[in-house]
């Protein structure tokens, strides 16, 4: 198992409307997630940023994010949720959410 940690800002005027968006996700999206080896997925705000942790039960990351990206209603949910977002001018090439580095953790 791997732990992953991202950052992005939430547009101050969209932050009701992804609370929502999240409050009633798609059931579709998110039996897409655990397929996808996804578990313990959790999203947090604090003052702007929201921080998404999840657990990586997988054995092949990339191709599990290859059919999460292929899938249709996981693209539409992301297209629903993207006007919400505002990515870090620090990403990555190729990043939407900036990947964090793990520092510290205990069982």
Not at 3 to 24: C, F, N, Q, W
Not at 33 to 42: R, V
Not at 86 to 106: K, N, Q, T
Request: net charge negative; glycine share 4%.
């Amino acid at each position: 198992m791997k732990r992953y940690g991202s950052v992005i800002r939430v547009r101050p005027e969209k932050l009701e409307e992804y609370k929502r968006l999240h409050a009633d996700a798609w059931p579709g999206v998110l039996r897409m997630i655990k397929a996808c080896h996804l578990q313990n997925y959790s999203i947090y705000y604090h003052k702007g940023l929201l921080f998404s942790y999840f657990e990586y039960t997988g054995t092949d990351y990339q191709a599990d994010m290859a059919k999460m990206a292929a899938d249709p209603e996981t693209h539409r949910w992301w297209e629903v949720c993207k006007p919400c977002q505002e990515p870090l001018e620090s990403r990555a090439p190729g990043e939407w959410w900036a990947d964090m580095e793990e520092v510290f953790h205990l069982d």
